[in-house]
């Protein structure tokens, strides 16, 4: 473990430092994750590369959302993970820290539904605003629409 991954995870409540894959993590509490972020920029993790979320359905926390940072002056990387629970799926926002957590955020708020508290912005990204749900939860339905193919005449 590096002494700056150690200095995160220090530096919130509950912070655990771990391994995935080669690739250094820190779990944290869902409401640690704007203070870990801040603690890894000043630790020089300089870029925010990646934001996604999962939704383990009969997990709790159901959600996990992911932060992926570089270090670019030390090349390395490091992951956040956060639980979220599926009963309150609110997150502190990282737009603060990071500005280019913006669309990220809005793209896992659109299609999960987690909620990114003190967001500029959030509103859907890549659906339409009548949309209803959120389409990668592992609880929504796959739906259907219409298909007409060249050689029949009925719509299936």
């Not at 999962?54 to 997990?59: G, H, N, Q, S, T």
């Not at 299609?111 to 959120?134: A, Q």
């Not at 592992?138 to 299936?156: C, L, R, W």
């Amino acid at each position: 473990m590096s002494d700056r991954n150690a200095a995160i995870a220090a530096a919130v409540e509950g912070g655990t430092v771990g391994d995935s894959l080669g690739q250094p993590t820190i779990s944290l509490p869902i409401g640690e994750l704007a203070t870990a972020a801040a603690a890894a920029k000043e630790n020089g993790f300089e870029m925010l590369v990646d934001m996604t979320s999962v939704d383990y359905l009969d997990r709790e926390p159901r959600f996990e959302v992911i932060v992926n940072l570089v270090s670019v002056s030390a090349g390395t990387r490091l992951r956040l993970l956060a639980g979220v629970p599926g009963s309150d799926p609110t997150v502190p926002t990282l737009t603060a820290v990071y500005p280019g957590a913006d669309f990220y955020e809005r793209e896992i708020y659109d299609l999960m539904g987690i909620v990114f508290d003190g967001h500029p912005e959030l509103t859907r990204i890549l659906l339409p605003d009548e949309w209803v749900g959120h389409p990668l939860r592992k609880d929504s339905s796959v739906g259907a629409v219409p298909v007409q193919f060249k050689s029949s005449n009925e719509v299936s």
